[in-house]
């Protein structure tokens, strides 16, 4: 039994998954020494979606890649369920902490080989990890198709609107917003804690930017908690937007609107992924 005292803290730490305080960011520009943002806060909770809106130039995605430690001009100070980002490794922390780019980059000779790109590193570092999560046998050699097979690669794709893109299709072949999503869906299917989403609708109608939405939506509800760049209308998912400008966050309740959801098929797809494992 923990002292009154500590069980109180403890049930802070453990009401976020993420949390950010004194984040700033300074940049040179002409010589100089130029501050976008300081002293900066933010607290996530599990399977929350936060909307990051803002005008352009106001430091959104610099404050996104701050979150994943990718920005060499920012600091602050970082928690993942209540430990210190110091106690990670840049990869363990962007593993759990992962940022997904209006502009992916997709590497490899096929759709399906760019999507098991982090399976791939992951068999190479051999961290021991299937599906990254679970222990495999330690004297199996496993390929990366093992870990992530076509049929979960497909279910995923066809669920944010990708139908038409075959798996063994050339990367560079795809457009700008199949590019997004291919990407989007490379890292849901990795099972971070923290999704990152800078403006990964951005390009698409409003069907696909809809089934997008869904499937954050999904993963949401299975505990991922999400922060999306967005300059689209409020679409529903969002329970909090927080406006960055002029170097200040404000946070404020979403307005609720009604969202349709009709794609289950990624939740489908990770609960029979999920017994075959088990």
Not at 97 to 104: D, S
Not at 198 to 221: C, F, P, T, Y
Request: net charge neutral; aromatic share 6%.
């Amino acid at each position: 039994m923990l002292p009154n005292g500590s069980q109180a803290v403890w049930c802070w730490i453990m009401q976020y998954v993420f949390s950010a305080s004194n984040v700033s960011c300074v940049v040179p520009v002409d010589g100089e020494q130029r501050t976008i943002f300081s002293g900066l806060s933010v607290d996530m909770k599990l399977g929350e979606i936060v909307d990051l809106v803002g005008p352009s130039g106001s430091g959104k995605s610099s404050l996104l890649t701050a979150f994943a430690r990718l920005n060499p001009n920012a600091k602050g100070d970082f928690q993942l369920e209540g430990r210190s980002a110091s106690e990670f490794t840049p990869q363990q922390w962007r593993s759990q902490v992962a940022y997904l780019p209006q502009k992916p980059v997709l590497i490899g000779s096929s759709v399906a080989e760019a999507i098991r790109l982090p399976f791939t590193l992951a068999i190479r570092a051999g961290e021991g990890k299937q599906g990254f999560g679970r222990k495999w046998s330690s004297g199996k050699s496993l390929k990366p198709a093992d870990l992530l097979p076509d049929a979960r690669i497909r279910a995923t794709l066809d669920a944010i609107g990708c139908a038409d893109i075959d798996l063994g299709r050339a990367p560079h072949d795809l457009s700008g917003g199949q590019a997004a999503r291919v990407s989007l869906a490379r890292t849901l299917l990795t099972s971070p804690k923290v999704l990152l989403a800078d403006e990964v609708d951005a390009g698409l109608d409003d069907e696909n930017a809809d089934k997008v939405a869904s499937i954050m939506a999904q993963a949401a509800e299975r505990g991922m908690t999400v922060i999306r760049i967005r300059h689209r209308p409020p679409d529903g998912r969002a329970t909090r937007i927080l406006t960055l400008a002029n170097g200040v966050l404000q946070s404020a309740n979403a307005p609720r609107t009604t969202a349709t959801n009709d794609s289950n098929d990624f939740a489908a797809q990770s609960d029979s992924m999920q017994g075959a494992q088990a």
